[in-house]
């Protein structure tokens, strides 16, 4: 079910009411102890009380909604905490005391909407990416989520590393200023760590459908930090206190720095920042877990195949056919399948060709693994390997998009093999400007991050969407097309697609295009939204392909899948 603003509805509804019963709980309570200051211990259970009831209602046991919630339970837990053993014994919060007194002709009425009820409101807003997290968010968890857990963590580590400072200090020397650990580099580091909580929380729920609207919550929060209720507030409470003119003139407000006369250069400043943004990419791809794949249902494939070990890996393979008859090789392109041919196949067998339509190292069912060779030449060796299986020694090779580089890499290493070569919308490459650098996909740390990419960007459900972009007239693309390419994304396929972005730097032609030993011919859609037609022409000059580019009219990049009668009737002529 698509995901709407009107799912957020009722549970904000219920949060809100939650909020009026438990801080008109905690108003009656003050008015009792005729102390207000209790409201602040209410605001961390308020929050608790919200997080806990969204999830519990809501949520479906997903990480990133687990995460938030346990996380908010726990700064919501420690911060009330906190805060009632700092005020025990010591009455009303000078604030509060100070509200009373402004307000006393309707102190009843102004402390339960000025002070309860405001807050209570905050809470609704502090609280919205964890109601948002819970409402909207499915499986899976980001490397931005991880991000957020650590930056949660040093808050956390922060704020109560500062407040225990700040207590302890207190009752061993309750008249001095605190300018020593935390509090030497931030005048406030406890609301700095309160921030960067919240920021962390935020970044936990990013991924959920409408996350940026909860943005709204860190950035209100500091905002209040700095501008309403922490430092600005707590900076007129010191204020004339000694040692507090020096302590501001060289200690920064909120953000931690180092203090005035004691900063480091540029370069240790560089340096520092340079370390930890490299530790950052090196770690962040170990902790966040990979989505999961999912297995094929059974009946997705629209074409269903064999497996057949050559060269000691295993290929997922179509033969349809006399063995006897003429051979034809048709190889898809990447991300393709067997059932790129679906509808190619019958005609061909029809016309009396014996069939074979593997699926290419790394691609469809074929085995998926890190450690392999995938370059084009190793491909085409593949291919060969798979002809021998079958008892093949030489055929026609019809390769479409990327599986025409490899068809004419079979053509130019082993000629005697190839009979012809027909290549359809064909992604030839003549020449690799910077072959090195995908090489850069092997090293581990870039492996991991360029998989997490992978798995986060690509799925089943995304497989429509890129045909969709392939084809003139997205009609072409029917459930069970989206269904069969999204199924391909099985086992390790995110290694094996590594792998082939590894490889790509080396998938240079053998030989000069015009030196091509076979007969050429080119089938092109004449509306590929890929590779343009004029890429067709220029393969036309370079081999002398007759009778020049066959154009399929009103198709895009898949030809044979958006025309496949005119193509299957145009590929008949050119091979007979």
Known sequence: MEATLMSLVIPLMTSA??????????????????????????????????????????????????????????????????????NAGKGEDARYAAFRKQWKPNWLLQSYLKIYMLQGALQLVIVLPVILAAVYSGPGFYIINTLGFLLWTAGFFIESGSDLQLLLHKWRHPKELLTSEFWRYSRHPNYFGEAVQWWGIFLITVGSPFWIIGLISPLTLTWLLIRVSGVRMTEKQLKGRQGHSSYVKNTSAFIPWFPRGSRPGTARILTLSAAIIVSLFCILPYLTPLPQTADIPAGTRIRTGSILSAEGYRTYYDAQGDPSHPAIVLLHGFGGTIDDWQQTVPSLVEAGYFVIVPELKGFGQSEKVLDQDYTHAAQAAHVFALMDKLGVQHAVVTGHSMGANIAVTMAQVNPSRVSRLVLVDAALVESAPFPQLSHLAGVPVVRDWIRHALRNSISPASAGGILRSAVSDARTVTPEMEKSYGAALTGDWDLALIGIIRDSGNNTLPLPLKDTPAAVSVIWGAEDPWIPFSEGEHICRQTGCTPGVTGIQNSGHLPMLEQPALFNRKLLDLIT
């Open 17 to 86: 009411l939650i909020v009026v019963v438990f801080m008109s709980a905690a108003w009656v309570a003050g008015i009792i102890r005729k102390d207000n200051s209790s409201v602040d211990i209410a605001w961390g259970i308020g929050i608790i009380l919200i997080a806990a009831s969204v999830y519990f209602n809501h949520a479906e046991g997903y990480s990133r909604q687990i995460m938030s919630v346990l996380l908010v339970i726990i700064w919501g837990t420690r911060l009330s905490v906190h805060i009632a053993v700092r």
